[in-house]
């Protein structure tokens, strides 16, 4: 979307300003004061509102003010004498009075367009990223201070759920220490991502921050770092690292700020990411609280994917841990949210990963495995991906591939809310591969993270009896019965369904022991 008014265009996405075919440059505050008054061109912008989204409440002068507006002015062609672009109201604002047009229908424009910083509950997240700032660095390896953020805005702009701004635009805020909400006002970003790369005699590092706009807050930051001779290992780490971090944290806090807000005042998104935050925590109320949240999205936005490939998880839920009476009709809820999540859009790494999930409830693996992998080709980072595609492949008997998928999974993210769900797959794995001493260790772990529910228990029970740790198993039995009265071994074979017949028999004798 820009703005057309007069021999002008203005285009906020990408932060410029033209005139007829050349580019007017302008302060980024003064460009940022523009983009406000022509984005409210239908009405008056109070001095409050201005002082608000240009300074960020900081105590300016009136001065102050009337000096960018007056650049503004002078930018499009007017004067304080005749005002026919930008109008002053004498004691309360200003107003852009000059015919504005939009290059897309107003409709449109209002639900594309990036969502102002300090409005967090509204649209789909979206993040800057700045340049890296160089310490240190000699010329040929400073390149890499834009070389980075450069890839890493390719590899964010295949994560569906997340607008990431043009590196032309984000690019023009090259200072060594940007302002941050300014930037985030100018471009329309939720998130800003800065950097700081640095080199010694022999190793180059990357400090990374991850910036809400809304509240100037830092919500993750890490370093990385590798030899001088290792460029490109590190270029690969830091995007690799980034991108898995941004599903994590960016969701983690989107819930967070819509939790501060009344239901009825959350918009779609909103309501997804509140969804989200329940849907890992696998309880019966927690599973409805998700499937509420993700329903109400699907009716603000029918046409919004994820929130049905969330509904689909939310019935893959309900059938696969049996938190509800009706299975069948969960089984073919699973599928059909997911076929609908796919029909509006089939890119959607989540939707794919939805679909082959709901293939694991009709134990058509070899489909699960085409569609799990499907979602990891779009998204080399899915991490969750990688796990479930480990589970088919541990399923199936293929145990190297087992062993590849989980590394790759942990590796891309060690702090997963499914990493439960990895330990337990390991230990299934050493089960079938007949170490039962490592299949316990794999198995009391997966049981002992945060978030497990009855089945880990299950498998960590069933491992360490193979193992002969049989108080241990004792220990598990009991944790499984507390979560859930009714388990039993059909339920542990309908969630694991192994088609390898010796594990599987000593897998049943072992439940069966047990009294399941």
Known sequence: MAWIFGDFRLDPERFELFCGAELVRLEPQVLALLCLLVRHHDRMVTKDEIVEKIWHGQSVSDASISSRIRSARQAVGDDGHHQTTIRTVHGRGFRFVAEVVETAPAQAAKATAPPEPNSPLTGRPSIAILPFRPLAMTPELAILADAIPYEIIQALSRLRWLAVIARGSSFRFRKPDPDLELVATALGARYVLSGI?????????????LSDASTNEVIWGDRINAPLDAIDDLRSRVVEHLVTALDVYIPLNEARSSQMAALETLDAWANYHLGLQHLYRFTTNDNQRAKGLFERAVMLDPHFARAHAGLSFTSFLEAFLHLGPHLKEATRAARHHAERGLELDSLDPFANFTMGRSHWLTDDLDAAAEWLARATTLNPNYAQGFYSSAMTSMLTGNLAATEVGLDTALQLSPLDPLLYGMHGVRSQMFIQSGDYAAAARWGDRAAATPGAHYLI????????????????????????????????????????????????????DELCRHGF
């Open 197 to 209: 790369i640095e080199a010694n005699v022999s190793r180059l590092a990357v400090t990374l921050e």
């Open 457 to 508: 228990a299950m498998i960590a029970m069933v491992a360490n009896g193979l193992a002969g740790r049989h108080d241990t198993a004792a220990r598990w039995r009991q944790t499984v019965r507390q979560r859930k009265p009714d388990a039993s071994a059909a339920h542990y074979f309908a969630a694991f369904p192994t088609r390898d017949i010796v594990s599987r028999s000593l897998i049943a």
